[in-house]
Nanobody, 126 residues
């Protein structure tokens, strides 16, 4: 089992930035691909960003590409999502997820991810 706990959400003005953190415990964090998904009110959960277990592959949703960065610190068992130039449409609950171990492909499909956090709310005001 991998336990995931997100933090860093809150109320942010449009154009501002937020840094989300996801702390992992349980199995060896460095063996797992990590991803962020989000669910806006009334919508399905959607992919935001992912980073491979070895940090050699990354993927971003088009909606956040160029203004978001996913990173991981294996020594701290933590994955981060830095989001800049926030828009009201970024308002959502953000979830951290883990998939693995030692995947050959980095997935953007939420159904591939086995472990999930409880989510952290990000609200962007206009």
């Amino acid at each position: 089992q991998v336990q995931l706990v997100e933090s860093g959400g809150g109320l942010v003005q449009a154009g501002g930035s937020v840094r989300l953190s996801c702390a992992a415990s349980g199995r060896t964090f460095s063996y797992y691909d990590m991803a962020w998904f989000r669910r806006a009110p009334g919508l399905e959960r959607e992919f935001v960003a992912a980073i491979a277990w070895n940090s050699r592959r990354f993927d971003y949703a088009d909606s956040v590409k160029g203004r978001s960065t996913i990173s991981r610190d294996n020594a701290k068992n933590t994955v981060y999502l830095q989001m800049n130039s926030l828009k009201p449409e970024d308002t959502a609950v953000y979830y951290c997820a883990a998939d693995g171990p030692f995947n050959n492909m980095l997935s953007t499909n939420l159904h591939e991810y086995d472990y999930w956090g409880q989510g952290t709310q990000v609200t962007v005001s206009s």
